[in-house]
Nanobody, 115 residues
Framework: QVQLVESGGGLVQAGGSLRVSCAAS????????MAWFRQAPGKQRELVAH???????NYVDSVKGRFTISRDNAKNTVSLQMNSLKPEDTAVYYC?????????WGQGTQVTVSS
């Protein structure tokens, strides 16, 4: 049984920073690409940042220059450092990972940015 468990998130003022992390646990034989998605109220879930198994990254335009995705393959973790946060970044953030060639999701963690 593979699980993705997120941590971090919370409430921050606009311009502040937060870090969310996600740890994969269970019987892991291969860990592929990992990503962070977010879903704001009334909106569709969108891809925020993506990182391949060898560390290549990709970001949605709205977070480029502000967010940084990273991973630690030894610990099976992925993190998202979020700087210069804006109220429009408010959403539930979900971890996503390709584990043993199957896609798994975390339970989500709330990030709220006040103006």
């Amino acid at each position: 049984q593979v699980q993705l468990v997120e941590s971090g998130g919370g409430l921050v003022q606009a311009g502040g920073s937060l870090r969310v992390s996600c740890a994969a646990s269970g019987s892991i034989f291969s860990l592929g690409a990992m990503a962070w998605f977010r879903q704001a109220p009334g909106k569709q879930r969108e891809l925020v940042a993506h990182i391949t198994s060898v560390g290549r990254t990709n970001y949605v335009d709205s977070v480029k220059g502000r967010f940084t995705i990273s991973r630690d393959n030894a610990k099976n973790t992925v993190s998202l450092q979020m700087n210069s946060l804006k109220p429009e970044d408010t959403a539930v953030y979900y971890c996503n990972a390709l584990v043993n060639r199957e896609t798994y999701w975390g339970q989500g963690t709330q990030v709220t940015v006040s103006s």
